[in-house]
């Protein structure tokens, strides 16, 4: 697990700081801020996606019997699992391209217009029927993408801080031929150091879950924690 954190910490923040040509020869001694910060392991939001990681597992069981079966009488699990067959000669970029375009079709529905308590993460299968937003965008894509090849550990979700309007924003990070590229319902496939006006929050995984803190203002650069 630890080697896995250290791969997403310097593939992520590599693109979100700028290097100078000393830290960018040793790369597990990088930074990991904006202006500064460290990586934490984080108690937030790690309930709602360890929630979300049985739900992934579940649906992920439901499809694949789907697929298995001829005919597929499971009615809710059959539009994923037929879109799990359309995409299955895509590769790459364009699979991943794909995937985003077609969810971001579905319509963006706020928790408070669906009546959802809080801050609700929807299960994939859930999202097909009703549609969500950001994180459950996210949710929907990454399963999609498992059930066609790609390996979690090849995967997180980002959330991110808004710049504008100071809100946070959760999208699919895939790691692909060495680049991350980033699975947003706001827009196309993209590369991550397009971002870069966005302030990294949280980065969750398969297997692990770390929180993105600043440090405090005026302090040196410090390495990446991975404790």
């Not at 801020?33 to 992934?56: K, V």
Request: net charge positive; glycine share 4%; aromatic share 8%.
């Amino acid at each position: 697990m630890a080697s896995l954190r250290r791969l997403w910490t310097t593939a992520l923040l590599i693109l979100f700081l700028p290097l100078t040509a000393a830290q960018a020869g040793h790369p597990q001694s990088i930074l990991v801020n904006l202006s500064n910060a460290r990586l934490r392991l984080s108690p937030y939001p790690l309930a709602r996606w360890d929630a979300s990681l049985h739900d992934i597992a579940r649906d992920r069981a439901r499809v694949q019997r789907c697929l298995n079966e001829a005919p597929c009488r499971d009615i809710v699990a059959k539009p994923l699992a037929d879109l799990v067959v359309q995409f299955s000669s895509l590769r790459g970029a364009r699979l991943l391209s794909a995937v985003n375009r077609h969810y971001n079709a579905f319509p963006y529905v706020p928790d408070q217009v669906a009546g959802k308590p809080g801050d609700d993460w929807e299960s994939p299968l859930t999202f097909l029927q009703r549609s969500g937003d950001c994180e459950d965008y996210a949710i929907a894509k990454y399963l999609t993408l498992a059930l066609l090849g790609v390996p979690e550990s090849e995967m997180a979700i980002l959330i991110m801080r808004e710049p504008v309007r100071g809100i946070d924003h959760a999208v699919l990070l895939v790691r692909d031929n060495g680049r991350l590229m980033v699975l947003d319902n706001l827009r196309g496939l993209a590369r991550l150091e397009t971002y870069q006006e966005y302030r990294p929050r949280f980065v969750l995984t398969s297997t692990s879950s770390w929180r993105v803190k600043s440090a405090p203002q005026g302090s040196a650069l410090q390495p990446a924690s991975f404790d």
